[in-house]
């Protein structure tokens, strides 16, 4: 195998890694339990993921989605829709996303806005759409958007109710507690599940553990045998800054046709994700012989 096609594959590995520590657990059984009532009973169900930025909610969406096969076997009619809430955003832009997600380029014009609405009810109902999920939902309160955010969220209640639909938020703690927000969502969408980030403990270690057993190209043990505490110093125990750096590391000992893991390895790495003037510290650097 090619020096390349090794650094590919161990990125690879890492970025395909999913582990089910306690909370990602919670959250994405509790979730898959969530739309499987909703089908049950016929009442709104939903749920609010909150967690830092970096600390999983991405990786926690696709686990979901994948827990919800396609509804024929080409995966063309998906069971879920996934979207984000860009930066101030509105009815239209949302409705035009998920009209995209279910294979309908369209141009919202306001007028147009309830036409569109109930032809976007009727098309998740008949793909058997189950799940929407909408990530980055704290931008809906960002700033003084307190008329503009009660229309959004009474539109979401109306696809929730009308298409019999679950909603799932996910959101960085800046959104705060959906109850206080606005009630008549958070009847409809309950659940509340969080991603915090590692405190440096027994779950960080296994965290490590179990992400060095799910990845061969390389020999990970050092990462919870003699790094463990300057990994969690440059990650503050989020997900996606370790893989980045795991990542980078990879691909420096690669590069050079090594196989083991050592402080000159991460500290390359931490200037290759971090650059030279970075504020976050580099305590590998100080291990260097």
Not at 174 to 201: I, K, M, V
Not at 216 to 222: G, I, K, R, T, V
Not at 245 to 261: E, I, P, Q
């Amino acid at each position: 195998m090619s020096t390349q096609a090794r650094i590919y594959t161990a990125c690879q590995e890492l970025g395909d890694c999913v582990i089910l520590h306690p909370s990602f657990k919670d959250a994405r059984d509790g979730i898959c339990q969530l739309v499987q009532q909703a089908e049950f009973s016929g009442l709104p169900f939903g749920a609010t993921v909150i967690g830092e930025s970096g600390s999983g909610k991405t990786t926690l969406m696709r686990a979901i989605v994948k827990q919800m096969p396609s509804q024929d076997l080409l995966g063309e009619r998906p069971s879920a829709l996934c979207i984000s809430a860009q930066s101030c955003p509105t009815i239209g832009d949302l409705l035009t996303k998920m009209a995209r997600e279910l294979g309908f380029p369209v141009v919202v014009r306001g007028n147009r806005l309830s036409d569109m609405s109930v032809h976007l009810i009727s098309a998740l109902k008949d793909r058997a759409v189950r799940a929407i999920f909408i990530q980055d939902f704290q931008h809906l309160y960002r700033g003084a958007r307190d008329k503009s955010a009660a229309g959004i969220t009474d539109w979401l209640k109306q696809i929730a109710e009308d298409a019999g639909i679950v909603v799932v938020l996910f959101a960085t703690p800046e959104l705060g507690d959906l109850s206080h927000l606005n009630l008549q969502l958070h009847t409809r969408a309950p659940a509340r599940f969080r991603l915090s980030p590692f405190p440096r403990d027994e779950n960080w270690i296994a965290f490590l553990k179990g992400v060095a057993g799910r990845c061969s190209a390389l020999d990970w043990s050092p990462i919870y045998e003699k790094y463990e505490r300057d990994l969690h110093v440059v990650t503050q125990g989020l997900a996606r800054p370790l893989k980045q750096l795991l990542s980078a590391a990879a691909t420096c000992v690669l590069r050079v046709d090594g196989t083991k893991l050592s402080a000159e390895v991460f500290s390359q790495a931490h200037r290759l994700v971090f650059g030279t003037d970075s504020s976050v510290p580099n305590p590998f650097q100080g291990r260097v012989k």
